[in-house]
């Protein structure tokens, strides 16, 4: 059952260069100027403090990140846009056991520094495993985080044992789905007009996907990704300019990934967002995917038991090839 949302647009833009420009307005991880002072979201002056957030100085600020720890292999989980390292709270307990678990807030994300020069979002990354002396490590993104991933397995290749990517693979998003359309310009008219409120309604329907109704997502999901993104709107109140800078030819130069590749997607996520997973899938010599049932862009939050099972296998079988013994695992 398609989201029903009598606040999102119909008066759809058609132009593919004027769909990608809505889909980065509405995910850039820089706020559009004055979003979080909107009034009618009083929870936005609330900012997010943690007792475990350890922090590094970076070129531009301090950066911040959750470490587990211990002598397992070093896994690095990358969260999604708008959001923090608190989305993957479902995965700490259950990877932390045998592995160590290193959970970066993103710059202008959770605890870390916003941004005041340009920056890739890929160089922090490495800032944080070379501050922690980690040479290498599985990565693990949701989204945004999955893009950071791949961006670090081509930039930074030996820096990537595996990836583990979900909702994002490489290239823009076509957005040949009407929903999908309707939603990210939802949420880049929201930013325009300075409407938090409708921004935020349109930003948690892509948990739903446009094949279940909002209300079929478990609400406390829900009330989670509305919290974490409150507080990433909160650290932006002045007007700054985009200081990211892509990675440069990542679609031309995916398939110099020579690491192992898990691709996790929910099965109701948008068909124009695992797209891009697919055009990953094709280019990559070892790649494969895992779906999972009753999720959709967040699958670590919605599924949590499925999606550290499939981490966990994956894991194995990295390490199994590892020493030497040839992983049973397919490539599909």
């Given at each position: ?10 008066d759809l833009p058609q132009s593919p260069s004027e ?62 846009s708008f959001v923090d390292s608190s989305m993957f709270?479902?995965?700490?307990s259950a990877l932390g056991r045998h592995c160590r ?232």
């Amino acid at each position: 059952m398609p989201v029903k949302n009598a606040d999102l647009r119909e008066d759809l833009p058609q132009s593919p260069s004027e769909l990608i420009r809505c889909q980065r307005i509405s995910h850039s991880a820089i706020m559009t100027p004055q979003l979080s002072k909107c009034q009618g979201y009083d929870t936005l002056v609330v900012v997010f403090t943690a007792a475990d957030v350890l922090g590094f100085d970076s070129a531009d600020g301090t950066l911040a990140y959750r470490d587990s720890g211990g002598d397992g292999t070093p896994v690095v989980l990358l969260h999604a846009s708008f959001v923090d390292s608190s989305m993957f709270d479902p995965q700490l307990s259950a990877l932390g056991r045998h592995c160590r678990v290193i959970v970066p807030d993103a710059r202008g994300h959770g605890a870390s520094a916003n941004a005041t020069k340009p920056f890739r979002q890929v160089d922090d990354l490495v800032a944080l495993l070379r501050h922690l002396e980690v040479s290498s490590a599985v990565l693990v993104g949701v989204s945004m985080g999955a893009m950071i991933a791949i961006d670090a397995a081509v930039e930074y290749p030996e820096l990537a044992d595996g990836l583990v990517v979900s909702g994002r693979g490489i290239g823009e998003p076509e957005y040949r789905n009407r929903w999908s359309r309707t939603v990210a310009t939802a949420q880049a008219d929201a930013l325009v007009r300075r409407d938090v409120a409708a921004w935020m309604d349109a930003f948690v329907c892509w948990a739903a996907g446009p094949d279940r109704a909002l209300d079929e997502v478990d609400p406390g999901v829900l009330a989670k990704l509305r919290q974490m993104a409150a507080r990433t709107l909160a650290k932006h109140p002045v007007p700054e300019p985009d200081h990211s800078i892509p990675v440069a030819d990542v679609m031309t130069r995916a398939h110099t990934i020579r690491c192992p590749v898990l691709a996790v997607d929910g099965v109701y996520d948008s068909p124009d967002l695992t797209a891009t997973v697919d055009r990953l899938l094709d280019a990559v010599p070892n790649g494969r995917r895992d779906m999972i049932d009753n999720a959709g862009h967040y699958p670590n939050m919605e599924q949590p038991a499925a999606y550290n099972q499939l981490i966990e296998d994956f894991l194995d079988a990295i390490a199994t090839t590892s020493r030497g013994t040839p992983s049973t695992t397919s490539t599909e």
